[in-house]
């Protein structure tokens, strides 16, 4: 095994928790029922490493099969690293005849064109999802496989997930997704986040969405909990009056970011460019450049916890569209603009 | 339970008892009538006329009032009795219809409770009610069949409607997908949870929704259906028939390639459904292939085309 293979491995080991290694081996497939015994997960991460390499070196694996075993392990662990999401746009009309076999051959074809040292993996996994590994090199350099980009995309969708891509691979990377895929155009949709499942389920509205019936949901069960806490202290009285009120609001809130389990975005990011009004702060008015700030808000499933304070009453309802445009459009980076046409305007409307 | 999908064209019959009653009364007297002529025909004129004087000399023999006074009394009162009947009836008509006007009225403005005073005891009061209810639903019925059987309600103050369409398939309901529509100032949808590969946006473009929303969401009720249908029937293969092997498939479930092994030659065949017409739950291209060339089983395509691909399956293995 050369250096770079051994390099590969030792990083593949420091990045794949030891729990889910044994599954990873298993699936990978490289190793004899022997060599698979012979592996004591209860050893230290270092201990394995060395095993390990013992073992690819017996059966001669090089830089190739153990790519293929980082691959098994983001596609089964796809909830880390930073994940962004792009969206194609104008889709030609055999768009929606593409399939499996063409869009591979296209989008090798198309890359290898753009760039000359770059090694492409691409994989389809059971839930439809493609997964293409891209190891970049260039005409003086062989691919570098320590830092290898993933893409996902679901064919006929307009959506494509990217980790780990530098702005300079970023318009190749382009150029090739939308040759390959028959859209026009390819843009960036605004939205990140830690979670590929959280975006991919946003964007492909996978989660339980609710619309205005004639019949509200009744409240969820975990609300009995708090409220029989809260009734210690509050009048039964009280309760009963607010119910309806309460009920309208859960209501309003599970309409703006939907019910049941909701998609977990770690962030949202508000850039606001507009003007200064206090008029009896005259040097903040009379700035030329408009006046910038940005509003991050940020929580383990924020999501959640918006709907959670429209909900309990923190937030005024009906749900403000800063907030509920967020699940609408499937964003969560927002850049807000006056609408007013100079800096002496008293009325400027929000313009997302 | 399953619920029935909704057919189309069905038009409210009202049942007209009554009517059945006039024809039984008419029909009793035609046959009197006709009976005579027959007697009269076959025994000839002459003995037809004796016998008439002879029954002319009973009558006066006879009291014959009594006996044709009580049969016309009889029928008077029979005649009485239905005209009694068919009163009472127009009467329940007209209080159905009262008792509609307030349903309906209740029905708009959920806070007022107008409580109609009914003259009969409670037992009528309450058939009457269940009458008038039953009149309801058949016209709501009626009306939702006209909207094209699409659930429509109301938000924002009459500024926007929620519009359900719900997908099947052999009579099993599925998914419901549901639109938010602003209505003014310009017809706009606002919020759906359509999946991104229906082309919503592309049907929205096509359609004339300012004028007719039909021409929206009916269009987009096929694409849902037949995807729901596709969605289903690969489901069902996938289910029923283990030995098949899925090599390719989407989203969209409209490019399928599933291997099979055909059972009495043992040999592996690649089925290739392509369903370019995305409103279809049929395919429109079958394509075998065996050992790296295409099958000479002429029978198979027309099945796969004409029949849904699970029942396609099992026609296959007998």
């Given at each position: 095994?050369?250096?770079s ?9 420091r990045r794949?928790p030891?729990?889910?290694l ?7 497939g ?6 698979q015994?012979?592996m004591?997960?209860?050893q230290?991460?270092?201990a394995?490493?060395?095993r ?21 392990h ?10 962004y999401a792009?969206q ?11 399939d ?6 296209q ?9 000359r040292?770059?090694s492409?993996k691409m994989?389809?996994?059971t ?6 590994r891209i190891?970049w090199?260039?005409?003086f350099s ?5 830092k290898?980009t993933y ?5 006929q ?5 990217v980790?780990s891509?530098t702005s300079k ?12 895929t ?14 590929l499942?959280?975006?991919r ?5 996978k ?28 009048d039964q009285?009280?309760e009963?009056?607010?119910a309806e009120?309460?009920a309208?609001r859960l ?16 962030s949202a ?7 200064f ?6 040097t ?24 959670h ?8 309802t ?8 967020i ?7 927002f850049?807000i ?11 400027g409307?929000?313009?997302? | 339970?399953t619920?029935?999908p ?10 007209g ?29 002459l003995s ?25 009394r ?11 009947q068919?009163?009472?009836e127009i009467q329940?008509h ?6 509609r ?10 806070e007022?409770?107008?409580?109609e ?9 309450n058939?009457?009610r269940?009458?008038a209810?039953h ?13 094209g059987?699409?659930?429509?309600v109301?938000?924002?103050q009459?500024k926007?409607?929620?519009v359900?369409?719900?997908?099947f398939y ?10 938010e529509?602003d ?14 590969f229906?082309p919503?946006?592309?049907?929205a473009?096509q ?8 021409t ?10 037949a ?8 489901k069902?293969v996938k289910?029923l028939?283990?030995s098949?092997e899925?090599m ?15 059972p ?5 065949v ?6 370019t017409?995305?409103?279809r739950?049929?395919?429109t291209?079958?394509h ?7 099958c ?11 029949c849904?691909?699970a ?8």
């Open positions: 095994m050369d250096d293979a051994k390099r590969l491995l030792q990083r593949l080991m794949i030891t729990p889910t044994r599954s990873a081996l298993e699936k990978w490289r190793l004899t029922t022997e060599q015994k012979s004591d997960f209860t230290s991460k270092w394995l490493t060395e390990l390499l013992g073992i690819c070196e017996e059966n001669e694996l090089a830089v190739k099969q153990l790519t293929d075993l980082e691959m098994i983001v596609i089964d662990n796809p909830d880390q690293g930073m994940w792009f194609l746009m104008d889709p030609e009309d055999d768009a929606k005849s593409v499996l076999t063409q869009f591979k051959e989008f090798k074809s198309h890359l290898r064109e753009l760039v040292n770059v492409i994989k389809k996994h839930d439809e999802a493609v997964w293409i190891a090199g260039d005409t062989r691919p570098n496989h320590l290898p893409i996902v995309h679901y064919l969708t307009p959506y494509v997930f980790t891509i691979q970023k318009p190749l990377l382009s150029q090739a997704l939308v040759l390959s028959r859209y026009q155009a390819i843009k960036d949709a605004n939205l990140s986040g830690r979670k499942t959280a975006i389920d946003l964007l492909m509205k989660y339980q969405q609710v619309f205005p019936t004639k019949y509200p949901i009744p409240p969820p069960e975990n609300n009995q909990t708090i409220s029989t806490f809260v009734l210690l202290f509050i009285h009280i009963k009056e607010q009120l309460a309208n209501q309003m809130a599970c309409e703006a970011f939907g019910g049941g389990m909701l998609p977990q975005l770690q990011v508000y850039k606001l460019e507009t003007k009004r206090d008029h009896s702060n005259k903040m008015t009379e700035r030329e450049e408009p006046f910038r700030c940005v509003v991050k808000f940020t929580s383990t499933n924020l999501l959640e916890s918006f709907r304070c429209a909900s309990s009453g923190i937030a005024s009906p749900v403000t569209p800063l907030l509920s445009c699940p609408l459009k499937g964003r969560n980076y850049l603009t006056d609408n007013g046409p100079g800096p002496s305007s008293q009325r409307q929000p313009q997302v | 339970m619920l029935q909704p057919k189309s064209n069905t038009s409210a019959t009202t049942s008892c009554f009517h059945l009653k006039q024809r039984n009364v008419h029909y009793s007297t035609q046959h009197k009538y006709s009976q005579n002529m027959e007697v009269a025909t076959t025994k000839g004129v037809h006329l004796s016998r008439l004087e002879v029954q002319k000399r009973s009558l006066k023999s006879q009291p014959q009032q009594p006996g044709g006074v009580k049969a016309l009889a029928t008077v009162e029979a005649l009485l009795t239905q005209r009694d068919l009163r009472a329940t007209k209080n159905i219809k009262k008792l006007v307030s349903m309906d009225k209740q029905c708009t403005n959920e007022e409770e107008t409580e005073g009914m003259d009969e005891d409670s037992e009528n009061s058939l009457l269940l009458m209810r009149t309801q639903l058949k016209d709501l019925l009626h009306a939702h069949n006209v909207v059987g699409y659930n429509v109301k938000t924002r009459g926007g409607v929620c359900s369409v719900a997908t052999e009579g099993v309901y599925l998914n419901t997908y549901n639109l529509i209505v003014k100032p310009t017809v706009r949808i606002s919020r759906h949870n359509v999946p991104p229906i919503l946006n592309n049907l473009e359609s004339n929704m300012q004028t007719d929303l039909r929206l969401l009916d269009p987009l009720s096929q694409h849902l259906n995807f729901a249908g596709r969605q289903q029937q690969f069902f289910e028939h283990k098949v899925v390719e498939s989407n989203v969209l479930c409209s490019l399928l390639v599933l291997k099979f092994t055909v009495r030659e043992k040999t592996a690649l089925c290739s459904l392509d369903y017409d995305c409103t739950s049929l395919p291209r079958v075998f292939e065996s050992d790296g060339r295409i000479l089983v002429q029978k198979f395509p027309r099945l796969y085309i004409t849904h691909l029942d396609a399956f099992i026609k296959r293995d007998l």
